[in-house]
């Protein structure tokens, strides 16, 4: 079981910057994969950003964060962190960590991001 423990959201007017951070309880061995998904309100969730870690740290973005979100892991090894930058009022969403070990998944609770114009 991997428990994921998200912080780091809050209020920030467009073009500002946040940093989300995303804790699992347990060693990340064997966990495959570690990322950000993002829901707005009357969406479906989307995938924001991913870090492989099987695959020596490569790293994923969608189209729509590309160049403004950066993925990374920390000194710790089992936090992960995703910077985002130049946000904009469509960024709004609750984000949630994912984690993947063993082909399942496993989520966070989610943190609150709003952008105001």
């Known amino acids: 079981q991997v428990q994921l423990v998200e912080s780091g959201g809050g209020l920030v007017q467009a073009g500002g910057s946040l940093r989300l951070s995303c804790a699992a309880s347990?060693?990340?061995?064997?966990?495959?994969?570690m990322g950000w998904y993002r829901q707005a309100p009357g969406k479906q969730r989307e995938f924001v950003a991913v870090?492989?870690?099987?695959?020596?740290?490569?790293?994923n973005y969608a189209d729509s964060v590309k160049g403004r979100f950066s993925i990374s892991r920390g000194s710790a090894k089992n936090t992960v962190y995703l910077e985002m930058n130049s946000l904009k009022p469509g960024d709004t969403a609750v984000y949630y960590c994912?984690?993947?070990?063993?082909?399942?998944?496993?989520w966070g609770q989610g943190t609150q991001v709003t952008v105001s114009s």
């Open positions: 870090i492989v870690i099987s695959a020596g740290d490569i790293t």
């Open positions: 347990a060693s990340i061995l064997g966990i495959n994969t």
């Open positions: 994912n984690a993947n070990r063993d082909k399942v998944d496993y």
